[in-house]
C-alpha cells in the first residue's frame, strides 16, 4: 500500500518562497509519475506540475517561472519549489501520481497561504 505524506506548506507573505516535499512509501516510487495538485475551498482539485519518471516536467502556465518540481528517487520524494508566491496561490497542495491520479493515494495536503 502505498503512502504519501505531503509537508512545508505554510504561511508567506506575497513574493515570498516555500519548498512543498511529498514524501512516499512502496518500491514503485521510482518508475510512477507524481504530480502536485491544489485545491481552494468549494474547487476540484487541479494539476500544478508533474513530473514523469525519466525526469520530463509540465506546468499549468499560471506557475511557469515560479515553481519547479522535482524528484529524489533515492529518498522516495517528490518536491515543489515555489517562488514569487501570489496570494492567488493559497490552496490545500497535496501529490500524487502523475499524469493520472490514483484516488487511493490522496493524503491530507499541506496548506500554502500567501497574504498580501
Known amino acids: 500500500q502505498v503512502q504519501l505524506v505531503e509537508s512545508g506548506g505554510g504561511l508567506v507573505q506575497a513574493g515570498g518562497s516555500l519548498r512543498l516535499s511529498c514524501a512516499a512509501s512502496?518500491?514503485?516510487?521510482?518508475?510512477?509519475?507524481m504530480g502536485w495538485y491544489r485545491q481552494a475551498p468549494g474547487k476540484g482539485r487541479e494539476l500544478v506540475a508533474g513530473i514523469f519518471s525519466g525526469g520530463r516536467t509540465n506546468y499549468v502556465d499560471s506557475v511557469k517561472g515560479r515553481f519547479t518540481i522535482s524528484r529524489d528517487n533515492a529518498k522516495n520524494t517528490v518536491y515543489l519549489q515555489m517562488n514569487s508566491l501570489k496570494p492567488e496561490d493559497t490552496d490545500v497542495y497535496y501529490c500524487n501520481t502523475y499524469p493520472s491520479v490514483t484516488p487511493g493515494y490522496w493524503g491530507q495536503g499541506t496548506q500554502v497561504t500567501v497574504s498580501s
Open positions: 512502496g518500491s514503485r516510487f521510482s518508475i510512477a509519475g
